[in-house]
């Protein structure tokens, strides 16, 4: 028997390049090892968007493709949308009962959010039980693996705690203990060399043509001290020469032979780049392509993701309503 595994991922944008080495790469391999449930978290990024909702249909939509155009198999692993799985906010609700507000507003990551995002109002009830709902995701599958970034360490942590709590105050143990996979991943900068994000529009997406890649790959930040092509540069302090290592690792020898020889210039440099993540990215832009043809495939694999996903949940919630004393 195959142990399970619970990820997601907020609807909020399109998926870039950090999505494609940060998580999918990783996901796509995992679904020959663990029983895989990939979700789309839209009830979490309703917390954020709640006041702009109109492009969360769309991504929705859109990740779904990028998932299924990275090499994410419905055969293998099932697919779905958060808000379709209404189990999970039963059990959202359950978990909300016995948790703690202090644990909440302690959270690294709340405290961060308020401090840091000033263009939503984030002092919401809903955005304070953020970690709650993400809780009920994992512990509804029982699922005993989670592959998440480094950011993310804060709400396992808090889901164990949960968990730790119910299974005192209920005296039974019938879930078991969620574990992060944090795998290496090369950390990606965006083309300014500032952490990728939607908000600084510095990501190459999967869904950039040819000609975007290859129009931002040209604004990518090189040496700032290499002026002239018959400067040597570095390699080191170069975001170019660091999508090589990550996207093309065995020419990293080669050009770091001819940067720090002067024997290319920057701009050669990034149009062997632009074409070389245009090769990584052209499979991805045919499938979504198909993909985008056919939305009928699209919907049905998610109906028979919401199918599988909620044949699970009803048998833990009829499990836990017993446990904590409902009729
Ligand atoms: N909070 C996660 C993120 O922003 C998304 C998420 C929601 C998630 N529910 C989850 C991740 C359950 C893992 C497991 O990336
Ligand atoms: Fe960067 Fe390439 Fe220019 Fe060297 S030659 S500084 S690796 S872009």
């Known amino acids: 028997m195959k142990k399970r595994l619970l990820s997601g991922m907020r609807p909020t944008g399109p998926l870039h390049l950090g999505h494609l080495v940060g998580a999918l790469k990783n996901w796509e391999k995992l679904q020959d090892e663990y029983e895989c449930f990939f979700m789309v978290a839209d ?21 779904v ?4 155009s990275c090499g994410l198999d ?37 405290k961060e959010q308020l401090r840091e995002i000033t263009t939503r109002d984030l002092h919401t009830y809903g955005f304070l039980g953020y970690p709650v709902l993400q809780a009920a995701d994992i512990v509804i599958y029982k699922a005993h693996a989670v592959p998440v970034g480094a ?21 039974k143990k019938v879930f ?13 900068l ?56 990550i996207f093309k690792p065995e020419m990293e020898k080669e050009v770091h032979h001819w940067c720090t020889k002067a024997e290319i210039g920057c701009i050669e440099c990034k149009k062997k780049l632009a074409d070389i993540l245009n090769g990584v990215l052209e499979p991805i832009r045919e499938k979504r392509a198909q993909f985008t043809r056919h939305r009928s495939t699209v919907d049905d694999i998610l109906t028979q993701g919401a199918e599988k996903a909620r044949g699970v949940c009803v048998e833990t919630l009829k499990e836990t309503r017993k446990l904590i004393g409902l009729y």
């Open 190 to 245: 965006g083309i300014d060399n500032r952490k990728m994000s939607k908000s600084y529009q510095n990501f190459i997406a999967l869904s950039d043509s040819k000609e975007e890649v290859g129009k931002k790959t040209g604004q990518m930040v090189t040496d700032p001290k290499r002026i002239k092509k018959t400067d040597p540069g570095h390699p080191k302090v170069c975001n170019v020469f660091s999508y090589y290592k």
């Open 74 to 110: 419905p055969e293998k692993s099932v697919l779905f949308v958060q808000s379709h799985i209404q189990e999970h906010a039963q059990l959202y609700l359950l978990f909300s009962n016995i948790t703690p507000l202090g644990w909440l507003e302690r959270c690294p990551t709340y």
């Open 65 to 68: 493709i990028d998932w299924l």
């Open 151 to 171: 950011d993310q360490l804060a709400h396992l942590e808090l889901t164990r705690e949960i968990l730790r709590r119910f299974e005192h105050i209920y005296k």
């Open 176 to 188: 078991p203990e969620p574990q992060a996979i944090l795998t290496e991943t090369p950390k990606l």
């Open 43 to 63: 009830w979490h990024a309703h917390m954020s968007e709640y006041e702009r909702p109109q492009d969360l249909r769309r991504y929705t939509l859109d990740n």
